[in-house]
């Protein structure tokens, strides 16, 4: 089945600084997914990008899928983005959605 | 507001005995999934719901079951079968299965005493 790997597994910066987290994965997706979790479980979906660009705020993301990766880019980071970055992506075969390991962010103020 | 409700946050449970998580959600989506997240791990899909009345084993279903009688509701029952169910169960739903946004309910967090 298809592989996902998230880098670096664990993050820490000074609140201000800005960052840049990565997905790869190992076959052709038609959904990409990044989710943030919070320190009390809540995940929540950042963006919905199998392909291109897209930016919400201080966060954006950009999906290469021919090359298979995607990054995940922080701006100006601040306390509450701390927590569990997932990234998640899904075939069209199977629809179902594989979850990678997460990056944890720690962000100090 | 619209949204997923998982129910309990919180449930112990002794062994040998089955415990029924509830998940209702009022979006109006047709696909409905149960993960499992075991700490500092990624989240692993149990069964899904492409419809009413239709269910699918994901990776990790064994002592696991589930029903979709209705559109709104996804109940979890995790069994006496199931090994090692001390976890983390969030609930999700997207508007079809393999497409769009998946949305989490908060999740319910069951301990095996």
């Known amino acids: 089945g298809i592989q996902v790997e998230q880098s670096p597994p664990d993050l820490i910066l000074q609140e201000g600084a800005n960052s840049t987290l990565r997905c790869n994965f190992s076959d052709s997706v038609n959904n990409l997914q990044w989710f943030h979790q919070n320190p009390w479980g809540q995940l929540i979906n950042l963006f919905y990008i199998p392909s291109g660009t897209k930016q919400n705020g201080r966060l954006s993301a950009t999906t290469v899928a021919t090359e298979r990766y995607s990054l995940l880019y922080i701006s100006s980071s601040q306390t509450t983005d701390s927590g569990v970055y997932f990234c998640?992506?899904?075939?069209?075969?199977?629809?179902?959605?594989?979850f990678g390991q997460g990056t944890t962010l720690q962000v100090k103020p | 507001d619209g949204g997923i409700t998982q129910s309990p946050k919180y449930l112990f449970r002794k062994e040998g005995q089955n415990v029924t998580l509830s998940c209702e959600q009022n979006l109006n989506h047709d696909a409905m999934y149960w993960y499992r997240q075991d700490p500092g791990q990624g989240l692993r899909l149990i069964y899904y719901s492409q419809i009413v009345n239709d269910f699918q084993k994901g990776d990790i279903a064994e002592g696991y079951s589930v029903s979709r009688e209705k559109k709104e509701s996804f109940p979890l029952t995790v069994t006496s079968a199931q090994k090692n169910p001390t976890a983390f169960y969030l609930c999700?739903?997207?508007?079809?299965?393999?497409?769009?946004?998946?949305?989490f309910g908060e999740g319910s967090r069951l301990t095996v005493l």
């Open positions: 999700a739903s997207s508007i079809s299965h393999g497409g769009g946004e998946l949305f």
């Open positions: 998640a992506v899904g075939v069209s075969n199977t629809g179902k959605l594989i």
